[in-house]
């Protein structure tokens, strides 16, 4: 079975700490993704990468990086956590050139 | 005026009805998803369509490109179904991403 694993399910953290979000895939995906999940705004995207090493701003990058060393880790970083971004982190996954997203069970952050 | 909109927002049925949800959107598209996401839990994908009619168990998706309009429909419903359902569609072109609605949130009461 395919999967996409995100290390932690609920996280709290105080602001200004560095926070490092990790998502793992085991199908050999070219593509992966962060998204954030809030109510009554839905799944917005913040960061992707096509391949190992590259990245893309995604409609909300401010106040978050990216880093991809591996092809099946796919790491998000808030630099300096602050309360705004208390919300839910979705990682996903696509091989290159189909349409089939795999998603992670998500993360969810609070920042205290 | 939102890509993707889904209606209704917040959906109440009893246990058995059959229940349908809607999802319009307003670009050109490679493919539409149709996702599942419990309380506190990840986003399991229902289906993905780019045309035509998929069923899978109780679950029937239909797509009707040129109306650009989709419904996720669930017979016999459980108090299991209940859900967001969340309704992505993923924007032409390679470099596409995925463009979601906001979501319908289904309650199944026994």
């Known amino acids: 079975d395919v999967k996409v694993t995100q290390s932690s399910r609920y996280l709290v953290k105080r602001t200004g700490e560095k926070v490092f979000l990790e998502c793992v895939q085991d199908m050999d995906h070219e593509n992966m993704f962060w998204y954030r999940q809030d109510p009554g705004l839905g799944l917005r995207l913040i960061y992707f990468s096509y391949d190992v090493k590259m990245k893309e701003k995604g409609d909300i990058p401010e106040g978050y990086s990216v880093s991809r060393e591996k092809k099946e880790r796919f790491s998000l970083i808030l630099e300096s956590a602050s309360t705004n971004q208390t919300s839910m982190y979705l990682c996903?996954?696509?091989?290159?050139?189909?349409?089939?997203?795999?998603f992670g069970s998500g993360t969810r952050l609070t920042v205290v | 005026k939102n890509e993707v909109e889904q209606s209704p927002q917040n959906l109440t049925a009893q246990e058995g009805e059959f229940i349908t949800i809607n999802c319009s959107y307003s670009?050109?598209?490679?493919?539409l998803h149709w996702l599942q996401q419990h309380p506190g839990g990840g986003i399991v994908s229902l289906f993905m369509l780019s045309s035509g009619k998929k069923k899978h168990g109780r679950l029937i998706a239909t797509i009707n490109i040129q109306e650009k309009h989709s419904s996720l429909h669930i017979t016999a419903s459980h108090p299991r179904d209940s859900a967001v359902y969340i309704c992505?569609?993923?924007?032409?072109?390679?470099?596409?991403?995925?463009?979601f609605g906001k979501g319908t949130k289904l309650s199944v009461k026994p």
């Open positions: 996903a996954s696509r091989e290159q050139g189909t349409d089939g997203y795999t």
């Open positions: 670009v050109g598209i490679s493919a």
């Open positions: 992505a569609v993923r924007s032409g072109g390679s470099q596409g991403n995925l463009i």
